[in-house]
Every structure is written in C-alpha cells, then in structure tokens.
C-alpha cells in the first residue's frame, strides 16, 4: 500500500513537472539500439551498483580540489535551484557520478543545463525524463522497468552517466559523435556545440597560489 501511494505521489510530481516546464526540456529522439547480452548485462550491474556516494580521496590535495568545486558549483547553481541542501546533494551525486563513470562533472553539468534547465521533473517531446532526459527505454533494457523512477535525482544520474560512458566506449572517445548519439542527432553540430560551450561555465580553475593569498600580497621568496 505505501508503495502504491508513493508511485501515485511520484507520478502526480511527474506530472506537474510536465506542466509547469517542458519548455526546458530539450532532448532529441534518442534511438533504441540492439544491444548485446554482454553489454546489456554490463550495463545493467553499472546501473544496479548502490555503492555509497561518500567520496574518497588518496590526498590531501585532491580533498582541497573537491571542496572548491563544490563550493563554486553551489555558488553558480544557486539561482537556479535556491536551497542549500538540495543543491549540494545535486552537486555530490553529479560529482560521484560523473567521476565513477569516467567523466567531467562540468561535462555532466553542462549536459544537464542543455538538457532539463536542472529541473529533475522535465519530460521532452520525445518523452525522455528528469536531469539528463534518459530516455525511458532504457529501463527496460537495463534496468528493472520503472521508468518513474527517472524522475528521482540519483537514478537519473546513474543512467545518465552510465549511458553517456557507453556512447563514450562505442564511438572510441569520440565525444563530439557520443553526445550526438545521446542527443539521437549524431552527426550534427547543434547539439554537442550547445553541452560543450555549457561544460565551460561549469569548469572549476584552481587559484594560484597569489591569488588564494589574496591581492597585494606574494609568497615569501625561499630561504
């Protein structure tokens, strides 16, 4: 009973979200592909993995360099999504996600800005969901069928990445065609010209040392 009544709630939120923003949602009619059991079986444990989403960091540095892309990021985000919490939560899962399948997180932010505006509940033309407008059929090739649940942050994220990471494998790096594929526009420009130019405003510099002391000021010369 309680699970009928959270996809009923589910399902209304979904449909709000349609009403409220579709203009938003700008995803092509991305193909559904044969896939091979060896793939489809690949894919399917990536997207199954509820591994825990608490980042590890082999240095200190590397801990540094992730809380000034988490801070930044927030900063950037904050107009479009207003609370804290749920901003930094986006942000961690884009993060974990992203490096667990082997992308930029600005590549992934970037592609969620073309794609959603970051609204979890847009639905295209074409009928693909949430953040990064997964198509539903692939619920149905690797995952267990429900294809409300593209609307929950992490989900979506999980295949989103996953999928991108597939695309990525299949055209040997080639991002410009892996995003085409992902988009269903391969080939064409528009598309990977749009994520690419907004992977750019996502992309975190780390400050120099002059400039994380401040202006006016110099390291001291070595002794």
Known sequence: MARAQGRSRLAALALAGALLAPQLAHAGAQREEQLSDAVRLALAAQIADEATTTPHFRSPRQ?????????????????????????RALLRTVWYEATRAGLQPSLVLGLIQVESGFDKYAISSAGALGLMQVMPFWTRQIGNGDKLALFRMRVNLRYGCVILRHYLDEEDGNLYYALGRYNGSRGRAAYPQAVLAAQRRWVVRRPSLTEAMGPGTRPAAPH
């Not at 992730?66 to 107009?79: F, Q």
């Open 63 to 87: 801990l540094v360099d992730y809380l000034l892309w988490l801070a930044t990021e927030s900063a950037r985000l904050r107009a479009r999504i207003p609370d804290v919490t749920a901003r």
